[in-house]
């Protein structure tokens, strides 16, 4: 399970930018660097980025396999 790769999948396929998923979350654009980079985020935080993408936290995850 890697979630940075889960959010670069999903923003990718989703066509949302850094500063709007920053937005979202209500955090900083550096940020969501270091969800997509090497840390791993809160279960909260992977609860929060799936909704934003409108996927389940398993589909979400499963986008980094």
Known sequence: M????????????SGISSAELAR???TSPQNVTHIR??????????????GIFEL????????GA
Do not use: H, M, W, Y
């Open 56 to 63: 389940s936290v398993d589909e979400f995850i499963n986008k």
């Open 2 to 13: 890697n979630i940075g790769t889960s959010t670069r999948v999903a923003q990718k396929e």
């Open 24 to 26: 979202r979350l209500k």
């Open 37 to 50: 980079g090497t840390r791993n985020p809160t279960v909260q935080r992977v609860v929060e980025l799936a």
